[in-house]
């Protein structure tokens, strides 16, 4: 069975400072990994997956994730915080051959301040 | 905007009762998921369907079931419920790309049980 795990469920920054929002996944396949962003009484935006081509991946509003097999991580980073990335954040895996299934992590709550 | 719409935004009704949402995928996406989104399970998948068929489910109760018609929208139907159904509910549609489906999430439907 897949799973994710997020170590953090709340993260304080300040404006200008980096980013990184720590997940670890469980898969007996090769795992998709997506990271999708929750603003509040908003829905969910996908802002990067991996499907294994290139490890690093880049997504949108500045942020990547790297995808490291050896310590099955697939940690979100930004190296430069803004107000707006305050946001409820969720790391999710979907197997091959489960109809595309997602499962999520319980989500790290981003706050950045002045 | 992902392109997928729900309706109603918000849904409140008492214990007991019946209540449909509705889901429109994005244009060209044959396949539709359901997702709840409460306090207490975080957001756990419900059940997918692909051009009219059941293709795969996940935690959803007896008392919800959903279908997919020939226009391809969708709709969740919850009955007899209670007052932990309260929650938000997404859909989801998705395309594939590069072999992984990515999935596309509406605006949701919260929906309170009094």
């Known amino acids: 069975a897949q799973s994710v795990t997020q170590l953090d469920s709340h993260v304080s920054v300040s404006e200008g400072t980096p980013v990184l929002l720590r997940c670890n996944y469980s898969s007996s396949y090769s795992p998709s990994l997506f990271w999708y962003v929750q603003h509040p009484n908003k829905g969910l935006q996908l802002l990067l997956k991996?499907?294994?081509?290139?490890?690093l991946v880049k997504g949108i509003n500045g942020f990547e994730a790297e995808f490291k097999k050896s310590e099955t991580s697939f940690h979100l980073t930004k190296p430069s915080a803004h107000m707006s990335d305050a946001a409820e954040y969720f790391c999710v895996v979907s197997e091959p051959g489960t109809a595309s299934k997602l499962t999520f992590g319980t989500g790290t709550r981003l706050q950045v301040t002045l | 905007d992902s392109g997928v719409t729900q309706t109603p935004k918000h849904l409140i009704t008492a214990t007991g009762q019946r209540v449909t949402l509705r889901c429109s995928p994005r244009?060209?996406?044959?396949?539709v998921y359901w997702y709840q989104q409460s306090l207490d399970q975080g957001l756990q998948f419900l059940i997918q369907y692909y051009n009219g068929e059941e293709r795969a489910k996940g935690n959803i109760l007896e008392r919800f079931s959903a279908q997919q018609f020939p226009d391809l929208h969708s709709e969740l139907n919850l009955s007899s419920l209670e007052l932990g159904d309260s929650a938000l509910y997404f859909c989801?549609?998705?395309?594939?790309?590069?072999?992984?489906?990515?999935?596309?999430f509406g605006p949701g439907t919260r929906l309170t049980v009094l």
């Open positions: 991996y499907t294994s081509a290139a490890t």
């Open positions: 989801a549609s998705s395309v594939v790309q590069g072999g992984t489906d990515t999935q596309y």
């Open positions: 244009s060209g996406d044959l396949s």
